[in-house]
């Protein structure tokens, strides 16, 4: 069973930059994808983006990308997600979770998230 520890959220200022962190124990290497899910006040949890087991192929959320970048290093692996030019809208609980199941069809790419979470970390936008 993958256990998470999310961890970096804060305080900071629309257009600025905030590195988070997940790490990981009892993650096989290149087994599971791991993904980034938020979740803002009175909402759903949301995808935010996900990295293969090996570390080669990503996705991204419509509304991140080109701001985001999610990355993973060491052998347990720490997975990391660095967010740059942050809005308001993205105000959220960030989580991480391992993929139960994918699927990538017709340009659609659907992550399944494992039912367990961790604690997550909050990250604020605000002037």
């Known amino acids: 069973q993958v256990q998470v520890e999310e961890s970096g959220g804060g305080l900071v200022q629309p257009g600025g930059s905030l590195s988070l962190s997940c790490a990981t124990s009892?993650?096989?290497?290149?087994?599971?994808?791991m993904g980034w899910f938020r979740q803002a006040p009175g909402k759903e949890r949301e995808f935010v983006a996900s990295?293969?087991?090996?570390?080669?192929?990503?996705h991204y959320s419509n509304s991140v990308k080109g701001r985001f970048a999610i990355s993973m290093s060491g052998a347990k692996p720490t997975i990391y997600l660095q967010m740059n030019n942050l809005k308001p809208d993205d105000t959220a609980v960030y989580y991480c979770n391992a993929a139960a199941a994918e699927s990538s069809f017709g340009g659609d790419y659907r992550f399944s998230p494992f039912d367990s979470w961790g604690q997550g970390t909050q990250v604020t936008v605000s002037s």
């Open positions: 009892g993650l096989t290497p290149n087994t599971y994808s």
């Open positions: 990295i293969s087991g090996s570390g080669t192929v990503t």
